[in-house]
């Protein structure tokens, strides 16, 4: 049986490999009812092949993969987010090689999420230099494009006309908050993405009986306590009559209110856990926090009151 060079792996296994990747990444361009939400699963495949296959066929794999998604996306017409699959696959990489040094959940993430950040920011730096405009202009160029898109997507929606037209009248305005928010939104968005893939992939590994670090129990995790002082910093920004401290304030307290959700998740794992919820209900209980924006803010204030309730009791178990 033909294997490839130097990693000792069978034909069927590769060429199944590259079959469901580009799938994958197939899927998620052509279908746009899955959208966001499936395109956070991209680096999935990658990492699963990329460590159960080796470096060398993993590596090709996604080459192979990016190439078939190429020719299939520009044969219909599809290029806009061609870009974002590159990126969102190399996570895939970037995740298991850091995986194999089994480092803690902090550093993984952080390891993970900066080289995500650092090749983005260098695709915008490329775009910057090639169009001869600033990277802020391009930003906005792009995040104008797509709240017309949205505009125009609300419209073929049935929205009320006079809906539409506030929503048309603002749109300078709420791209220029969007602007003024992206370096947060980018920062939580990456982090996030790392976070969910992690995730899942301890899952899937486990499903496979692959190695996987074990990165503890994550429902005891917790952010230093000393972090809610950037809140009260962020706060005192934010009443500046200055607007680019308003700015800089709103962007610290949304990476803040992530953290702090995160913090919130962890706190509803440990009582999911302590009191045996069967699995369907965790599930429906995530679920609902995600497809509820209330029930996300009181999950990142739980998260941020645990910092003097302490409603898992971590200080008295430590000490």
Request: a positive charge.
């Amino acid at each position: 049986m033909f294997r490839l060079p130097g990693e000792g792996v069978p034909h069927r296994d590769f060429f199944l490999a590259v079959a469901v990747t580009s799938i994958v990444f197939i899927t998620v361009a052509v279908i746009s009812v899955i959208g966001l939400f499936g395109a956070i699963f991209v680096p999935m495949p990658v990492l699963y092949y990329y460590s159960r296959l080796g470096r060398l066929p993993g590596a090709l794999v996604f080459v192979l993969s990016l190439i078939v998604v190429s020719i299939t996306l520009r044969g219909l017409s599809l290029q806009t987010g061609l870009i974002f699959f590159p990126l969102l696959g190399f996570l895939g990489v970037v995740l298991s090689e850091v995986l194999r040094k089994n480092c803690s959940i902090e550093r993984t993430v952080i390891y993970c999420g900066g080289i995500l950040l650092s090749l983005g920011l260098a695709v915008l730096m490329y775009l910057s230099l090639t169009s001869s405009t600033m990277p802020w202009s391009v930003i906005g160029t792009h995040i104008s494009v797509v709240v017309q898109e949205n505009i125009d997507m609300y419209s073929s929606a049935g929205i009320s006309p006079q809906n539409i037209e506030l929503i048309r009248e603002n749109a300078d305005l709420i791209t220029r908050a969007l602007v003024g928010l992206f370096p947060s939104i980018v920062f939580v968005g990456t982090i996030f993405l790392v976070w969910v893939n992690i995730l899942t992939g301890k899952w899937l590994f486990k499903k496979k009986g692959m190695w996987y670090p074990s990165f503890g129990d994550l429902s005891l995790w917790k952010t230093f306590d000393k972090t809610v002082w950037f809140v009260v910093i962020a706060g005192i920004f934010i009443m500046v009559p200055l607007e680019e401290l308003r700015i800089l304030g709103l962007n610290i307290l949304i990476v803040l209110f992530f953290i702090y959700m995160l913090q919130g998740l962890a706190i509803m794992s440990f009582f999911f856990q302590n009191k045996n919820v069967p699995v369907f209900l965790r599930i429906f209980g995530y679920f609902l926090v995600f497809a509820q924006q209330f029930l996300l803010l009181i999950v990142a204030g739980i998260g941020l009151i645990d910092t003097w309730v302490d409603f898992r009791k971590l200080d008295k178990k430590s000490s």
